[in-house]
């Protein structure tokens, strides 16, 4: 399933943004041997929205937003560019690189999948930009472009005789270095404007103590927040602890906010001292907080009434939200 594919180039290319850092993503998949998906597919991300997709070999185009569409309509050579690149230029270049890879590897048949992750960002405190163009195949990082040179980087033995060939395309090389130093970081500053409603939003989470049954440990649950550039932890006395926490992932909801849990293993904690325990969350500047209180903390058995249709709910939510974040894979880690 290629859902399943973990790509070292998404890894790669991430970046460790603050708050005035923002990112562009396009994800191009092109693969054979799969009759079940698109044999060629592009998502666009910013930061950690989804803001359109197309599938090539169907030529359609899905755009997320109603901003988006307003910049492509008042933009027909920009909205003819994005079509001509998923319709045509991907869809044809792609179809000649699986081929080629085929023959390097000598295996016509079976499964292979071909990426390509283009990515930017812009800094708002600084005014500049920066970014990166990878090719991946089958899972693992196979070719990548130096910006300074600019020339193609061969990550694998097998990606040399690609980039001895695409080195000699002098013009393609610059277009390449000009897309992810120009181009790129333009549409990211003009999106930012055009749709600052929604990437440039901020929702706080609901916040709650959770636990299977005693005395097992304690969870401090945040949900619905935005973005996912957000930190929580336990406390002891004011202080950050790290000893008997458990950190759990950051999961996307499928409303566009996200989810995360931090564990306390209370059984070394004597009821006296639960007083001196609390979770914090911390979103941009704002923190909340939410003392260690059996009183407040939902459980399997015992109070509050509705404890186990709320509990049955949290593991859905969360066993919803891991598929959501497999299936989101190969766009979100950037």
């Not at 998502?43 to 997320?64: A, E, P, R």
């Not at 040399?160 to 120009?182: C, E, G, H, S, Y």
């Not at 593991?315 to 598929?323: D, F, G, P, T, Y």
């Amino acid at each position: 399933d290629l859902t399943l594919i973990h790509l070292a180039l998404s890894d790669s290319v991430a970046f460790h943004l603050s708050i005035e850092k923002h990112n562009l993503r396009f994800m191009t998949t092109a693969s054979s041997g799969l009759s079940d998906f698109p044999e060629m597919e592009v998502s666009v991300m910013i930061d950690d929205n989804s803001i359109g997709f197309c599938d090539g070999s169907n030529k359609t185009l899905k755009i997320n937003y109603d901003w988006l569409k307003k910049v492509l309509h008042d933009d027909p050579e920009l909205s003819k560019w994005f079509e001509g690149e998923c319709f045509e230029r991907q869809l044809n270049g792609n179809k000649v690189r699986l081929s080629i890879l085929k023959d390097i590897f000598k295996k016509t048949e079976g499964v292979h999948v071909f990426q390509l992750m283009s990515s930017c960002y812009w800094d708002e405190e600084t005014q500049r930009g920066d970014g990166a163009m990878r090719f991946g195949y089958n899972g693992e990082d196979f070719i990548a472009l130096d910006l300074e040179t600019p020339k193609w980087i061969a990550l694998q033995p097998q990606a040399t005789p690609m980039i001895l060939a695409w080195d000699l395309n002098k013009v393609r090389l610059m277009k390449n270095k000009m897309f992810i130093t120009q181009a790129c970081p333009d549409w990211l500053k003009r999106s930012l404007i055009k749709g600052k409603s929604i990437l440039l939003r901020t929702e706080h989470p609901s916040l709650s103590l959770l636990q299977k049954s005693p005395p097992s440990p304690v969870s401090c649950h945040a949900t619905g927040f935005y973005p996912r550039r957000a930190l929580m932890f336990w406390r002891k006395d004011g202080e950050e602890i790290h000893e008997n926490v458990d950190h759990g992932e950051i999961l996307p909801n499928d409303d566009g906010t996200f989810q995360m849990r931090v564990y306390l293993n209370i059984s070394s904690i004597s009821p006296e001292d639960w007083r001196r325990y609390d979770c914090v969350f911390q979103l941009h500047d704002k923190e909340e907080i939410v003392k260690l209180d059996k009183a407040v903390i939902r459980t399997n058995r015992g109070k509050p009434n509705d404890v186990p249709d709320t509990f049955c709910v949290f593991l859905l939510l969360n066993l919803k939200a891991v598929i959501v974040m497999v299936l989101f894979s190969l766009t979100l880690h950037l």
